[in-house]
Structures are given as C-alpha cells and as structure tokens.
C-alpha cells in the first residue's frame, strides 16, 4: 500500500504480511524511499515475527549503501539494542553513549572497562575501583583498592596522597598497623625499622673486655637527612643489666654506632654477647 510522496521526492510505503511464514519476512513494515533516485530504501521499521509466536521492532536507517542498516532493535522481552541485534539487558548500548544532562541511576552501577568523567563526579554511597588514572587532585574520602590514584603507590607518591588526605604522611615499608589512637600535628615520615641477626650480629670489642660496640646499617630506609633513631636491645637472656643501647653515636642517613657494656662493669665480649642472642632493634623517624 504505497503512499505518494508530496515533499523532497519521498514516499511512505506501508507492506502489512498476513502470512508470518517464513519467519524472516516482516507482518509489518513501514518503509521510506527516495523516489528521485532509483527508489533507495532511506529508512525503515520493521515488526519481525519470532518461532515462539512473540515478535521484535526493528528501526533501520541508510547510510548511503545500497540497503539499510539496522540500529536498534526492541526484542520481543522488551529489552532494547542499539548497535546489536541481540540485546542482553534492559537497554543495551554497543559503541559511544553520550548524556548532555544529568544522569541518574537508583541501582548499582558496574563498569567493566575505563571510565572517562570530564566533569564533576559526586558520589553518596560507596565506590570500589581497581585502581585511578591521574594525579589525585579534586578527590575526598577515597581508598583504591589497590591503594593508588597514580601508577605509583601513593604511599611513596606524597603529593597525590597530600592531595587526598589534606595533609603528608610519606611510609615506606611492607605493612603499616596501628592498633589505637595515632594523632599526629605537623608532618611525620616513618621511612624504616630493622634489626640486627640474632645470634650473628657484627658486634666489637670496645678497649679490651670493657663493652662492646656495633656499626648499625640503615640504608634499607633510604633516609634523605639523617633521621632521629630510636633503639632497644633484644636478646634471651641478662640484657636488662646492661647499660648503653639506646645512646646514638654518629647517626647520618645510613647508619650509627652503639656501646654496650655491663651495668656493674664486668668484662663483656662479643662471643658473650652473641651467645646470649643480643641484637639491636631501631626505628629511624625522618622530620
């Protein structure tokens, strides 16, 4: 049942099937055509009958080619595709969608590849994410799951995690645990901790039997300035009478100097002290 055209050389053609077999042909098909050209299909809508008995409404446009293309498509569950012929979910989108206006979702929102915002983001719930692309800044209340706004750790990344937290907390190490209050005014980098091998520490004579002494290496902390060390001495036995570890000799960014002796100044060796498991425990605090 054509209809003629009156406007720019075009025509609405409607085809109404009352045979639905086969299955591929249309009940019905709206379609639109050039009549100045050779008859060219510009677009179409066409409602395809399914095996089970429901059907589908498929909407195709021209893009200058001999047929149609088609670009969206509502199957007979309601679900709609655009850029698929086999939609999967409520609407499905494959290619770009764009929203010039606010977007609203009351569920949950799933992002399985990159997501690129060039505006404002607010959310009021919680976010997960793998991991973000940037520097950090604008971002409030945000703990990546793998602990990053750069491709570096923001816990040796200070000027992303200052942009984050409003403050600058620089930790180096394998695990941080704070088990209580931690308030800190002003700024604090924990940079490293170590401990000498009981049993095999590189302990000294200091003037014959008198003490003894140990050369500390703390490079593993990589300190920029020489830190504020802290020490304590470990062992199994009789290291509660002695006197001495936690004073600090020569401290510069890699090392420092210990003297042990005994309380009542009784000759002490290092075969003694090694005997009896000693081993000195630092922490150096860089301000």
Request: charged share 15%; proline share 5%.
């Amino acid at each position: 049942m054509p209809i003629d055209q009156t406007v720019r050389g075009l025509a609405l053609e409607i085809d109404a099937s009352t045979d639905p077999a086969p299955e591929a042909q249309p009940l019905l098909e709206y379609r639109f055509i050039d009549l100045a050209s050779t008859q060219t299909i510009l677009a179409r809508i066409r409602g395809i009958p399914q095996p089970n008995g429901g059907g589908q409404l498929a909407f195709e446009t021209n893009a200058g080619a001999a047929a149609t293309t088609q670009r969206m498509l509502i199957d007979n569950k309601g679900n709609i595709g655009i850029g698929t012929g086999d939609p999967g979910a409520r609407l499905d989108v494959v290619g770009d969608a764009r929203f010039s206006g606010p977007l609203s979702i009351q569920g949950a929102l799933t992002v399985d590849g990159a997501a690129t915002i060039g505006g404002d983001l607010t959310v009021t719930g919680k976010l997960t994410a793998a991991s973000f692309k940037g520097n950090g800044a604008g971002l409030s209340n945000v703990t990546p799951k793998d602990g990053s706004i750069t491709k570096a750790k923001l816990a040796q990344d200070a000027a992303s995690l200052s942009k984050v937290s409003g403050g600058k907390m620089v930790v180096q190490g394998d695990s941080v645990a704070i088990r209580g209050r931690l308030e800190v005014k002003g700024v604090v980098k924990f940079q490293g901790s170590g401990s000498t091998t009981p049993g095999s520490t590189n302990w000294q004579p200091y003037e014959g039997t008198t003490g003894i002494y140990l050369d500390v290496d703390t490079s593993a902390g990589k300190f920029t300035t020489t830190p504020n060390y802290f020490t304590s001495l470990g062992g199994n036995s009789s290291h509660w009478t002695t006197t001495g570890a936690t004073s600090i000799y020569t401290p510069s960014p890699t090392g420092f100097r210990v003297y042990v002796r005994w309380s009542d100044g009784s000759a002490l060796t290092p075969e003694q002290a090694n005997s009896l498991q000693w081993h000195v425990n630092w922490l150096g605090v860089e301000a």
